[in-house]
């Protein structure tokens, strides 16, 4: 038996060699090429001028700001779910949505913060007047936090349900305030779901690029728009293989700091 | 305590409420006879005529499930090979080593994984566009197989297999009369991903098709840039309906057939 080859894994490694090792390598090849498909360091030395660390410094911002208000509403509703009666049902309801196609909730937006939209019939009728939503920062943040909060608070979710509830009792018998005892206990013990909740939100949200065009109407260019851009418009893969390159080290590096002990199988 | 508990399911409702908020304004508008999003005229299921009666858009439609069909079915054949493989390596450190490799294109953006592979099909000369698109869909969807699959390989007992070895038979049989059966929930639970995985991409198609292949999310996409219509509202809305249904109707076979494994307990 032990001699026998290992016959099942003859599909999977051409998978693996084919569309795994490859492509990275592929893309690494060309972030060396230039225009004319010349050996050159030009796409390193055009990242390290201004235009594109501006645009790399403001997609971390965008994507810590997305992550930050992710975990800021979705960790209070992860708790208050656990403390539902059908906190199962609940929770995929929570999920649901993610089903969704994401274009079809971006066009959604589309219309709710048009300018005669329910957004701003709202904002009229308590009497704060119309404001423009769509193409602008805010409606950015907002719908990629909307997008993105199922995966804040499915990690955390799982994390407070590990969480043994005896824990809590004894911190308050010992005469801590509700708010220590979040901070001493619950937090500290729920850090691992918070984490892979980051991750799940950081890394997509550095990516993004359709929303950047449909919601903030090109205002906004994130690594994975300039990417695009590069591919398919500018049709400069080089340039988009050496932007491609670094947000895969952004990546690396992420995954290296939110990495927690324990294996989790939970992605999506 | 009172209040605060009115509070925090104030909290969960208002939660809720704008999670659902924007799907259930697009199809609410959706039987709106004027085209806008903003002012409700009269109702109407003329949008959902145009949709059925779009023929081009129909094609689109077929196109996605059969891109979606197949490449979940070969990327579960892959996967479950895979995952087989990989439980039957012995040295730990091979073991490591593919179950990183797999998890790259899981934790890989959409925009990285779409621009490697325009870049890879480019230079194998495959020409963009069904084929294109079908590959790189079957080539996303093998890891998530692959995780789904290994746990149930890994709480099946060796022993089913030397049992069935013992008894003389073959290594076909072990595989499709032992294997295979225990195996089955997280077959579907991979195949099931595997199709959302490639009916909700966008991303990845958007690089990889080519100017004549168009799938669902990409159409829908070159539309809303084009600005508002009720026909993208009626369409969204069967889709949305249509994902209800396999969301819950996958719950439910699951749970039957949870409950169908549950009976001959093996043990």
């Known amino acids: 038996m032990q001699k026998t080859r290992n016959w099942y894994l003859i599909p999977y ?17 060309y972030s060396f090429l230039d225009l004319e498909g010349h050996f050159s360091f030009v796409n390193y030395q055009k ?76 904002l009229e009728a308590i009497g704060i007047g119309r404001k ?18 199922p995966f804040m608070i499915l990690p955390i979710f799982n994390a407070i349900e590990k969480l043994n509830p005896s824990l809590v009792f004894a911190a308050r018998d010992l005469g801590a305030s509700s708010f220590m005892t979040f901070r001493r206990v619950v937090f500290p013990l729920t850090i691992d779901g918070v984490k892979s909740g980051c991750q799940l939100v950081f890394i997509p949200a550095l990516s993004l690029f359709m929303i950047t065009r449909l919601i903030a109407g090109n205002r906004v260019i994130t690594l994975g728009t300039a990417i695009e851009q590069q591919f398919l418009v500018t049709q400069n893969w080089g340039m988009g293989a050496t932007i491609a390159v670094f947000l895969i080290i952004a990546m690396a590096i992420i995954l290296a700091l939110t990495s927690t002990k324990r294996k989790k199988g939970a992605t999506t | 305590m009172m209040k605060r508990l009115k509070l925090a399911n104030l909290y969960l409702i208002g939660v809720f409420i704008i999670l659902y908020a924007p799907i259930l304004y697009l199809a609410f508008y959706s039987f709106n006879s004027a085209d806008n999003m903003t002012n409700f005229d009269s109702f109407t299921w003329d949008w959902y005529k145009e949709v059925f009666q779009d023929s081009r858009l129909l094609i689109i439609v077929l196109n996605t499930l059969v891109i979606a069909l197949l490449s979940a079915a070969i990327s579960t054949i892959i ?23 797999n998890s790259i294109l899981i934790v890989s953006p959409d925009v990285i994984i779409g621009a490697s592979f325009l870049i890879f099909f480019t230079m194998l000369g495959i020409q963009l566009g069904f084929t294109s698109v079908l590959l790189s869909h079957i080539a996303f969807s093998v890891p998530i197989v692959v995780i789904l699959v290994l746990p149930k390989l890994q709480e099946m007992s060796p022993t089913l297999v030397d049992a069935a070895r013992d008894l003389g ?3 076909l049989d072990v595989l499709t009369k032992v294997i295979l059966p ?7 639970a991979g195949f099931f991903t595997a199709l959302t995985y490639s009916l909700d991409d966008f991303a990845v198609t ?62």
Do not use: C
């Open chain 2, 79 to 101: 996967g479950v090979l895979g995952a087989i493989g990989i439980q039957a390596v012995r040295k730990k450190r091979i073991e490591t080593s593919l179950l990183t490799l």
């Open chain 1, 47 to 122: 990242f390290f001028t201004s235009t594109y660390l501006t645009m790399t410094l403001s997609s971390f911002w965008y994507a810590f700001l997305i992550t930050l208000f992710s975990l800021a509403i979705g960790y209070p509703t992860a708790y208050l779910l656990t403390k539902t009666k059908h906190k199962q049902l609940w929770l995929l309801l929570i999920i649901l949505p993610t089903w969704i196609n994401l274009l079809l909730k971006a066009y959604a937006f589309i219309g709710l913060f048009s300018t005669y939209g329910w957004a701003n019939q709202t």
């Open chain 2, 206 to 267: 958007f690089f990889v098709t080519g100017n004549g292949f168009t799938t669902l999310s990409v159409e829908i996409y070159s539309l809303a840039r084009q600005g508002i219509s009720m026909k993208i509202n009626a369409l969204s809305t069967v889709i949305f309906l249509f994902t209800f249904l396999l969301v819950i109707g996958y719950y439910f076979l699951n749970q039957r057939s949870a409950m169908k494994l549950s009976r001959p307990e093996v043990k």
């Open chain 2, 182 to 188: 225990y195996i089955t929930p997280g077959i579907f």
């Open chain 2, 169 to 171: 038979a073959s290594r």
């Open chain 1, 132 to 149: 423009q939503i769509l193409f602008t920062d805010f409606s950015f943040v907002f719908v990629s936090v909307y997008i993105f909060i």
């Open chain 1, 13 to 29: 490694s051409f998978w693996i060699a084919l569309f795994v090792i490859a492509p990275i390598v592929l893309v690494v090849y």
